[in-house]
T-cell receptor, first 111, second 116 residues
Framework: QKEVEQDPGPLSVPEGAIVSLNCTYS??????FMWYRQYSRKGPELLMY????GNKEDGRFTAQVDKSSKYISLFIRDSQPSDSATYLC???????????FGTGTSLTVIP | KAGVTQTPRYLIKTRGQQVTLSCSPI?????VSWYQQTPGQGLQFLFE???????NKGNFPGRFSGRQFSNSRSEMNVSTLELGDSALYLC???????????????FGPGTRLTVL
C-alpha cells in the first residue's frame, strides 16, 4: 500500500465550477501537508501549505486536513481555464525535508 | 531571484550507460532534494543533500547516487541504466532549516531522461 493515495482523474469541469481534489494517507506521523500545481513540461509549484489539522484559505483555494480520517482536500472556487494542470498532494513527518507525494490529479477547466 | 535550474533538460541514453544530471538551487538555499517522476508512480523521493551531506534517502537502489558541492549545487548520477529509469528527474531546493513550518521546496523544470 502506498503511503499517499490520490485519484489520478482525469477531472474535467466547466469554467466557474467548484473543484474538489482529495488525498488519503496511511502514516499518522505526517504533520505537514502541501498542495502543488504542475503545468505541462514544468516543475511543481507550491500552492498551499498546512500544518496539522484544520482549514487554510488563500484566494480561490482552500486546503482542508482531517488527521482523524487521514484525509486532505483542496477546493478551487470559481475555477478558471488557467487552473488546468496536474495537482499533487504532498506530506511530511517532522523533522526534515522528506516529502511523500500523491501521483497527481489531472484537471481540465473547460471555457 | 533566479529559480532552480537543471541541466540538461532532455537526455537520451541506452541501457547500461551512466548519466549525470545537474541542479543549481536558488541562491541562499542549502538543501537540494531529488525526485523521480513517472506516470504510474508519481513523484518518488530519491535523496536530500544539505551542506554537502546526504541527510535523507529514499528507497532506490545503489545505482542512484548524488553529491552536493560547497556552493550547494548538486549532481545526481545513475549508473548501469535500465529501461525503467526513463522518467522526469526533478530537483527541489529549500533553505534547509529542517523541521520548520516555513521550509518550502521550490522545484526546477526537470530533466527528461529516456533510456532506449
Amino acid at each position: 500500500q502506498k503511503e499517499v493515495e490520490q485519484d489520478p482523474g482525469p477531472l474535467s469541469v466547466p469554467e466557474g465550477a467548484i473543484v474538489s481534489l482529495n488525498c488519503t494517507y496511511s502514516n499518522s506521523a505526517f504533520q505537514y501537508f502541501m498542495w502543488y500545481r504542475q503545468y505541462s513540461r514544468k516543475g511543481p509549484e507550491l500552492l498551499m501549505y498546512t500544518y496539522s489539522s484544520g482549514n487554510k484559505e488563500d484566494g480561490r483555494f482552500t486546503a482542508q486536513v482531517d488527521k482523524s480520517s487521514k484525509y486532505i482536500s483542496l477546493f478551487i472556487r470559481d475555477s478558471q481555464p488557467s487552473d488546468s494542470a496536474t495537482y499533487l498532494c504532498a506530506m511530511s513527518p517532522p523533522p526534515g525535508n522528506q516529502f511523500y507525494f500523491g501521483t497527481g490529479t489531472s484537471l481540465t477547466v473547460i471555457p | 531571484k533566479a529559480g532552480v535550474t537543471q541541466t540538461p533538460r532532455y537526455l537520451i541514453k541506452t541501457r547500461g550507460q551512466q548519466v549525470t544530471l545537474s541542479c543549481s538551487p536558488i541562491s541562499g538555499h542549502r538543501s537540494v532534494s531529488w525526485y523521480q517522476q513517472t506516470p504510474g508512480q508519481g513523484l518518488q523521493f530519491l535523496f536530500e543533500y544539505f551542506s554537502e551531506t546526504q541527510r535523507n534517502k529514499g528507497n532506490f537502489p545503489g545505482r542512484f547516487s548524488g553529491r552536493q558541492f560547497s556552493n550547494s549545487r548538486s549532481e545526481m548520477n545513475v549508473s548501469t541504466l535500465e529501461l525503467g529509469d526513463s522518467a522526469l528527474y526533478l530537483c527541489a531546493s529549500s533553505l534547509g532549516a529542517g523541521g520548520t513550518r516555513t521550509d518550502t521546496q521550490y522545484f526546477g523544470p526537470g530533466t527528461r531522461l529516456t533510456v532506449l
